[in-house]
């Protein structure tokens, strides 16, 4: 990313919100009133409150910290599972090394 003079990195990331965002996402950003989102901050809670309700969040947090490898299921594809969840809700706030304890204690180790 760039820096333009006399622009906060607040005002540059909300400018690159609409090249950000596709289908339902930038739908819903062009429905909003002008001027209805005044920082990053304010930009992420709204986005987050609309695309990952509460209840989804925690649901896909359950799901994670539950996550097992199934019967003969080889370990890159129990690995890319688990990376896929991870993309469906990336603010589940799990800290890495619990990630790795989750990954390892449902791991069938051969």
């Known amino acids: 990313m760039f820096r333009i003079l006399n622009l906060s990195e607040n005002a540059t ?3 690159f919100i609409p090249f950000a965002l596709k289908d339902k996402a930038k739908k819903w950003l062009n429905w909003l009133p002008n001027n209805s989102i005044g920082t990053w901050t304010e930009f992420i809670e709204i986005f987050l409150k609309k ?22 299921e080889p370990f890159w594809k129990y690995l890319e599972r688990f990376k896929d969840l991870l993309t469906q809700c990336p603010h589940h706030a799990i800290y890495k090394w619990r990630l790795c304890q989750i990954l390892y204690e449902g791991a069938e180790l051969q």
């Open 13 to 15: 990331k909300l400018r």
């Open 51 to 72: 695309f990952f309700p509460m209840n989804k969040t925690a649901r896909i947090r359950q799901e994670i910290n539950r996550f097992r490898q199934q019967t003969g």
